[in-house]
């Protein structure tokens, strides 16, 4: 079985200041992992995803990814959030025992001028 | 390379009527996935198919509910007698199929209001 936790339902930042979105994962087998970004009333947009190499994974518009075995978590960051990033973010894991994609319940990112 | 399509992106449907949403995945793929987001929640998983076999309908309601995805054509999510609660974004996902799953690539969705 496999699942996941997005640890923070809301995270607000200023424009300009680091975003840190958390999440920590548990599977039976080495899973991959995913964050997508969905912003109001649009579909899923993929942001970066690990597949069991580099354990730090950059992704789309400055976001990247730390891959932590021994956590348990795949924290997303960004150093310096901008107006445009404010959307709906989901942590995903699949592929540790489980084909389906698991989605966390999403952390809502809100920055302020 | 179109990415996965998913007709109508919005739908209206007055109680007890039914909803039918298709799915065409990307080319070359033959393993769709359908989720339902609810409002204020995460995505949820449904259905899980293959050309003319559902491998996993886990997390599909008992009634009203069924997925299809024929040998030609796309995958369908079809609903019978819709009510309020069935009012959700759903989305659609393909993947090349089961030993490749490191990524599915999702559809816009079709917003499903039930009015």
């Known amino acids: 079985a496999q699942s996941v936790t997005q640890l923070d339902s809301h995270v607000s930042v200023s424009e300009g200041t680091p975003v840190l979105l958390r999440c920590n994962y548990s599977s039976s087998y080495s899973p991959s992992l995913f964050w997508y970004v969905q912003h109001p009333n649009k579909g899923l947009q993929l942001l970066l995803k690990y597949t069991s190499a580099a354990t730090l994974v950059k992704g789309i518009n400055g976001f990247e990814a730390e891959f932590k075995k021994s956590e348990t978590s795949f924290h997303l960051t960004k150093p310096s959030a901008h107006m445009s990033d404010a959307a709906e973010y989901f942590c995903v894991v699949s592929g540790g025992g489980s084909y389906i994609p698991t989605f966390g319940r999403g952390t809502s990112l809100i920055v302020h001028p | 390379n179109a990415g996965v399509m998913q007709n109508p992106r919005h739908l209206v449907r007055r109680r007890g009527q039914e909803a039918r949403l298709r799915c065409s995945p990307m080319?070359?793929?033959?393993?769709v996935y359908w989720y339902r987001q609810l409002p204020e929640e995460g995505l949820k998983f449904m259905v899980y198919?293959?050309?003319?076999?559902?491998?996993?309908e886990s997390g599909m309601p008992k009634e009203r509910f069924s997925a299809e995805f024929p040998k030609e054509g796309p995958s369908i999510l079809r609903i019978q007698q819709v009510v309020r609660g069935d009012s959700a974004a759903y989305f659609c996902a393909s993947s090349p199929g089961q030993e490749t799953l490191t990524e599915a690539f999702f559809g816009q969705g079709t917003r499903l209001t039930v009015v």
């Open positions: 198919l293959q050309k003319e076999n559902i491998i996993d």
């Open positions: 080319k070359g793929h033959s393993h």
